[in-house]
């Protein structure tokens, strides 16, 4: 490369400092740095004019920073934020991603594990800090971190030790993505949603709560499972709250077009020969389950979470069953949150869809709504 | 009364329960684990079957993974204490066995391992004769010659992991010092997974451009540039990373998925992997080393013949010693 060598003497000889040129004055930092200002991507620390093997190598073209369309930030690097992790990153969905987790030694081991799979992976940049400006210019921030319940603990309680700790996380992340997306995954995500709905007094549309996306992938598996059917073939929703109160909406699940009630006007009832409504017994019960067996619940949640995250970054206007602003609905005048089939797109959420539901499907929504206002009326913002 | 499946759907044919491409993973630990999101996540399997001692962890994990069945396309997912779930496997990845503590070598682990081995490898063989084993359980390049002479198996189709994650980091780290996506750097590292892995300095390069003929001091003491500390980098990684979340699982889970999808697909890509090396650079014992191997649907079909200078072939031959200083103490 004889070339660029000779550049580098006429350079020096001229005694000119080229601002793109990158070896005169400047050289790459030898350690992956853990923490990088905004939109660097290769921290550059001035050295002396050694002509390093980079400047060698190659030759720089601009100075200018790249624009992060796609930065996803994950707020908690538990289990379910790093299963998000792994799932957008194999997706390929982001061009940047940032964790951030109170817990720095784990946020900085799991930052390295996930960096050394780079050569297997179009792997965007990862950076990681405790500090939210690494979330800077974020198209979406995912939350996963929050209180996890103690024995015997209210859920009242458990809910104003969130609100504390969300009031933090919410200024930090408002303030640093002004215009991003939050998806609410930590639990009780529909009350949560609300309360970061409140914090970040983002319009409704940009707050979307995890919801009953996942209840609803386990229903289609588990329908899939009874039919020997792949489960994309499968089609139902669980709406309301994400949870014990969750309802599944019989009248829609359908094959092909074919709606099961057709065939089996009991569906979903106790005189059901066939007893569906253990469908969604198993679907209720699958958190409780795989928490027993392993500890916690990683790889679904994470799934789908990522399932979201392509159709806000995308602009694919699918429909998932997210939690989102439900009052004015189903005869339903508290403010809360709640999982009804929306349309996601660039914006968030753009539109819902309008689902007929029968009248003890809708007294079940509403009695959960008046649940979930009972607790978030309590809560001191 | 007709059942609901029965009203809805008319069956044509018998469903064909047989897979064409079975992976087993034996252990669901963290690394395990990571080994089959990834594998799902790249649709390398039409099945995946779990196998672990630990019956409510195994049950959980498998669930797990199923309910998100709706997000993938592999379309059985199965899991057993008994090795009959392991019944026509393509490839059977070995992640199970004892994991290194805070500070703990490789090598520690090695008699605790050959045990566990010992309960599971035959079986494995009865259910799949014709499958590749993965080795990733560590001491890597130990266990993998345990296994191959439990399972009676060709060596080249048993394989371990050996140094394909040590390349990985050590490009990975390249990439960071240049700017530039690590899939764009090229370097390999061989020898022993482990503290005394041996980079080979001459082949890094980016576009054909040799860092070392940019940089003849390349990876020496006299470097100014310190690129030595990026393979000592390496060296230490597991430590750090275990040091602070615990376990490594992301990039060992990513690295050994590389594998797999070369080995699944006959893709014939190069991989530093650990194969059997004896009668190559001097070595006279049975031992498995990391080098450039060419995987296929018949596990390492060739082996890229390195040539290393005096100073590497040194150091190979010392990862040699040192395993085969500890193989011929174990009790089988």
């Given at each position: 490369?004889?070339?660029?060598?000779?550049?580098?003497?006429?350079?020096?000889?001229?005694?000119?400092?080229?601002?793109?040129?990158?070896?005169?004055?400047?050289?790459?930092?030898?350690?992956?740095?853990a923490a990088l200002?905004?939109?660097?991507?290769?921290?550059?620390?001035?050295?002396?004019?050694?002509?390093?093997?980079?400047?060698?190598?190659?030759?720089?073209?601009?100075?200018?920073?790249?624009?992060?369309?796609?930065k996803i930030s994950i707020v908690g690097t538990g289990?379910?934020g790093m299963?998000c992790a792994?799932?957008?990153?194999?997706?390929?969905?982001?061009?940047e991603l940032a964790l951030v987790d109170v817990d720095e030694?784990r946020l900085k081991?799991e930052t390295?594990?996930?960096?050394?799979?780079?050569?297997?992976?179009?792997?965007?940049?990862i950076v990681s800090s405790r500090d939210y400006f690494v979330t800077a210019?974020s198209?979406?921030v995912i939350i996963t971190a929050g209180?996890?319940?103690?024995?015997?603990?209210?859920?009242?309680?458990?809910?104003?030790?969130?609100?504390?700790i969300f009031?933090l996380m919410m200024?930090s992340i408002?303030q640093y993505s002004?215009?991003c997306?939050l998806?609410?995954?930590s639990?009780?995500?529909?009350?949560?949603?609300?309360?970061?709905?409140?914090?970040?007094?983002?319009?409704?549309?940009?707050?979307?709560?995890?919801?009953?996306?996942?209840?609803?992938?386990?229903?289609?598996?588990?329908?899939?499972?009874?039919?020997?059917?792949?489960?994309?073939?499968?089609?139902?929703?669980?709406?309301?709250?994400?949870?014990?109160?969750?309802?599944?909406?019989?009248?829609?699940?359908?094959?092909?077009?074919?709606?099961?009630?057709?065939?089996?006007?009991?569906?979903?009832?106790?005189?059901?020969?066939?007893?569906?409504?253990?469908?969604?017994?198993?679907?209720?019960?699958?958190?409780?389950?795989?928490?027993?067996?392993?500890?916690?619940?990683?790889?679904?949640?994470?799934?789908?979470?990522?399932?979201?995250?392509?159709?806000?970054?995308?602009?694919?206007?699918?429909?998932?069953?997210?939690?989102?602003?439900?009052?004015?609905?189903?005869?339903?005048?508290?403010?809360?949150?709640?999982?009804?089939?929306?349309?996601?797109?660039?914006?968030?959420?753009?539109?819902?869809?309008?689902?007929?539901?029968?009248?003890?499907?809708?007294?079940?929504?509403?009695?959960?709504?008046?649940?979930?206002?009972?607790?978030?009326?309590?809560?001191?913002? | 009364?007709?059942?609901?499946?029965?009203?809805?759907?008319?069956?044509?044919?018998?469903?064909?329960?047989?897979?064409?491409?079975?992976?087993?993973?034996?252990?669901?630990?963290?690394?395990?684990?990571?080994?089959?999101?990834?594998?799902?996540?790249?649709?390398?399997?039409?099945?995946?079957?779990?196998?672990?001692?630990?019956?409510?962890?195994?049950?959980?994990?498998?669930?797990?993974?199923?309910?998100?069945?709706?997000?993938?396309?592999?379309?059985?997912?199965?899991?057993?204490?008994?090795?009959?779930?392991?019944?026509?496997?393509?490839?059977?990845?070995?992640?199970?066995?004892?994991?290194?503590?805070?500070?703990?070598?490789?090598?520690?682990?090695?008699?605790?391992?050959?045990?566990?081995?010992?309960?599971?490898?035959?079986?494995?063989?009865?259910?799949?004769?014709?499958?590749?084993?993965?080795?990733?359980?560590?001491?890597?390049?130990?266990?993998?010659?345990?296994?191959?002479?439990?399972?009676?198996?060709?060596?080249?189709?048993?394989?371990?992991?050996?140094?394909?994650?040590?390349?990985?980091?050590?490009?990975?780290?390249?990439?960071?010092?240049?700017?530039?996506?690590?899939?764009?750097?090229?370097?390999?590292?061989?020898?022993?997974?482990?503290?005394?892995?041996?980079?080979?300095?001459?082949?890094?390069?980016?576009?054909?451009?040799?860092?070392?003929?940019?940089?003849?001091?390349?990876?020496?003491?006299?470097?100014?540039?310190?690129?030595?500390?990026?393979?000592?980098?390496?060296?230490?990684?597991?430590?750090?990373?275990?040091?602070?979340?615990?376990?490594?699982?992301?990039?060992?889970?990513?690295?050994?998925?590389?594998?797999?999808?070369?080995?699944?697909?006959?893709?014939?890509?190069?991989?530093?992997?650990?194969?059997?090396?004896?009668?190559?650079?001097?070595?006279?014992?049975?031992?498995?080393?990391?080098?450039?191997?060419?995987?296929?649907?018949?596990?390492?079909?060739?082996?890229?013949?390195?040539?290393?200078?005096?100073?590497?072939?040194?150091?190979?031959?010392?990862?040699?010693?040192?395993?085969?200083?500890?193989?011929?103490?174990?009790?089988?």
């Amino acid at each position: 490369m004889s070339w660029t060598v000779g550049i580098l003497r006429a350079s020096q000889r001229a005694g000119t400092v080229r601002a793109n040129f990158l070896c005169l004055g400047m050289a790459p930092s030898p350690r992956p740095p853990a923490a990088l200002p905004l939109g660097g991507a290769w921290a550059m620390a001035p050295a002396s004019k050694m002509a390093t093997v980079k400047c060698e190598l190659m030759k720089n073209c601009t100075s200018e920073e790249p624009v992060r369309n796609s930065k996803i930030s994950i707020v908690g690097t538990g289990s379910v934020g790093m299963a998000c992790a792994i799932s957008i990153l194999l997706k390929g969905l982001s061009d940047e991603l940032a964790l951030v987790d109170v817990d720095e030694g784990r946020l900085k081991g799991e930052t390295m594990d996930l960096q050394h799979g780079s050569p297997f992976v179009k792997m965007p940049n990862i950076v990681s800090s405790r500090d939210y400006f690494v979330t800077a210019n974020s198209s979406l921030v995912i939350i996963t971190a929050g209180a996890r319940q103690e024995k015997g603990e209210t859920r009242l309680n458990l809910v104003q030790r969130n609100v504390a700790i969300f009031k933090l996380m919410m200024s930090s992340i408002v303030q640093y993505s002004p215009r991003c997306k939050l998806i609410v995954v930590s639990n009780p995500v529909d009350i949560l949603t609300y309360v970061a709905w409140k914090l970040s007094a983002f319009p409704q549309n940009r707050v979307i709560g995890s919801g009953c996306n996942l209840d609803t992938a386990r229903f289609r598996f588990l329908i899939g499972q009874r039919l020997s059917i792949h489960s994309e073939s499968c089609h139902g929703w669980i709406l309301g709250e994400h949870g014990d109160s969750s309802v599944p909406v019989w009248s829609g699940v359908n094959i092909a077009g074919v709606p099961l009630k057709e065939l089996n006007l009991d569906i979903g009832t106790d005189k059901d020969p066939e007893q569906w409504k253990n469908v969604h017994k198993d679907v209720v019960a699958s958190a409780y389950e795989i928490i027993k067996m392993k500890g916690y619940t990683s790889w679904a949640i994470g799934l789908s979470v990522a399932d979201l995250t392509e159709s806000i970054l995308k602009n694919l206007r699918r429909v998932h069953p997210v939690s989102t602003r439900i009052k004015g609905l189903y005869g339903i005048n508290e403010d809360v949150f709640l999982s009804v089939p929306c349309i996601l797109g660039e914006s968030g959420i753009t539109d819902l869809i309008k689902v007929k539901l029968a009248p003890e499907e809708e007294a079940r929504l509403q009695k959960s709504a008046k649940t979930l206002w009972d607790i978030q009326k309590e809560l001191k913002f | 009364m007709s059942s609901v499946k029965e009203q809805l759907i008319e069956n044509l044919i018998e469903e064909d329960k047989v897979s064409q491409n079975k992976v087993t993973i034996v252990g669901t630990g963290a690394v395990g684990m990571a080994c089959a999101i990834c594998i799902l996540l790249k649709d390398l399997a039409d099945e995946l079957a779990l196998i672990d001692v630990v019956a409510d962890k195994l049950k959980g994990e498998t669930m797990d993974l199923q309910h998100g069945s709706l997000f993938f396309n592999t379309p059985k997912i199965i899991s057993g204490k008994d090795y009959s779930v392991s019944a026509n496997s393509r490839l059977v990845i070995i992640t199970a066995g004892a994991r290194q503590q805070e500070g703990e070598s490789r090598l520690n682990l090695v008699q605790r391992n050959v045990d566990i081995m010992k309960s599971a490898i035959p079986a494995i063989v009865q259910n799949s004769p014709d499958c590749k084993m993965l080795i990733v359980s560590n001491p890597v390049d130990i266990l993998t010659y345990v296994v191959w002479k439990l399972s009676g198996l060709p060596a080249t189709r048993v394989i371990g992991s050996g140094c394909n994650l040590d390349s990985a980091r050590f490009r990975y780290l390249i990439g960071q010092k240049l700017g530039v996506h690590p899939s764009s750097c090229h370097g390999w590292i061989i020898g022993e997974h482990g503290d005394s892995s041996v980079p080979l300095w001459s082949g890094v390069n980016v576009a054909g451009v040799s860092l070392k003929s940019l940089d003849p001091k390349l990876g020496t003491d006299s470097d100014k540039d310190s690129w030595k500390n990026i393979h000592k980098e390496v060296v230490g990684s597991a430590y750090e990373i275990i040091k602070l979340k615990g376990y490594t699982s992301w990039g060992i889970g990513l690295s050994v998925t590389d594998l797999v999808k070369s080995i699944l697909k006959n893709l014939r890509r190069v991989h530093p992997v650990s194969t059997m090396v004896k009668g190559s650079y001097g070595i006279k014992e049975e031992i498995f080393l990391s080098i450039p191997c060419v995987l296929g649907q018949n596990g390492v079909s060739d082996v890229v013949k390195v040539n290393l200078n005096s100073e590497e072939e040194a150091l190979f031959k010392k990862s040699a010693s040192t395993l085969w200083n500890i193989q011929k103490d174990l009790k089988f």
